[in-house]
């Protein structure tokens, strides 16, 4: 029989793969709850909307001013008598033969009329206001087209008509939509339960010890308030069990604290092969564990189990590996656990401003901003530790295993804006 591989003779794997992995273990999607419309942004749809009217209702005028019948005013300067006023939330009725409707935006178009003039190419008649007076009368000063300043009714949503699709993300466009359709609460993927915490016996907490004050080897937990802020960006609800001494009983009993009622348990640091990394033996323990060592750069060691029906996942503590990971693997995974099909971003093609002569045979995320003339700067230190450069840049540079960059070359960029939506 041939010994299993130790961890740190793990073969590379390519990150797509690991991702195809890791989705496989989803299962079905979380069920799904009624939710507000109001407060379903960010949250994942779990059955279609459908439209059960048209939207707009009624044909309706897209401009203050005059409706009409073309045929009656086919010369420019043509005087008509104003025989009705119809404003937003009233209807009018069938336009007297020879006459025009004062309008409003929003206001359903008279039977008979079949344009609307804007009041600037009209000029109002006797008492100047046409508004309330019986004589009222108006110059049309243009030549009117059948169907100008029309919103045809159902232009916007057929009677009918999916308006949004099982699986999609909401956001504010989406929830206007489905309020427009006379939604009143939406069925959505109900939120992820996640456990989060972090490993490291070097890890203080902000607030307990004074910054001037710092023991040698003491540093302060900035994994936490990342992972914890980019679960609630992905919609969870995160119970946050703090930090974790570097020591197996501590940790076995944490993840068991953490496999109570949680979807995904999320850990940081602790997952290399080092003797102070507990993780890994301690989900043994409880569970089961796969370790891949992923071909990214940030990144590499990157785990996940199962302890109950809790998801384990554990990234790695260097706090920019630890992000990185979390876009790439993480999020697909949580999107996905909520009925998102498409989770991975697509990249677009930017122009890099700068040189990466140094090809990495892993696959690597590089942190950079746009300039003012639309090409990509670099983060001068690339480093695995060095947040700056996370919070300098807008996005990362995808940059395929073995390839060097030189300035004026076209890279895939993908934005922060995206993946931290
Ligand atoms: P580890 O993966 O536990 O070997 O940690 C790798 C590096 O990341 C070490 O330099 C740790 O001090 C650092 N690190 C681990 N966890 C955190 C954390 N929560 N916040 C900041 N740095 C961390
Ligand atoms: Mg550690």
Redesign the pocket.
Known sequence: MTPAPRSHMLPLLPLDEALERLLAFVGTPLDSEPVRVGDADGRVLAQDVVSALQVPPQDNSAMDGYALRCAEALTPGTELPVSQRIAAGTSGTVLEPGSAARIFTGAPIPPGADAVVMQEDCTALEGGSADDSARARVRINTIPKPGQNIRRAGEDVAHGAVVLTKGVRLGPAALGLAASIGMDRLHVARRPRVALF???D??VMPGTVDPAHMPPGV??????FVLNALLRRMGCVVSDLG?VPDQRAATVLALQEAAHAHDVILT?????V?E??HVKPAVQTLGTLDLWHVAIKPGK?FAHGRINQAHFMGL????VA?LVTFLVLVRPFLLRLQGVPQVSVRPVVARANFTWAKADKRREFLRVRHNPDGGLDLFPNQGS?VLTSVAWGDGLVDNPPGRTIAPGDPVHFISFAELLA
């Open positions: 972090s490993t490291g070097e890890l540093i302060y937990n900035s994994n936490r930090t940081s640091g602790g997952v290399s080092g102070e990394d060691p790695p503590g260097n706090p630890s530790g």
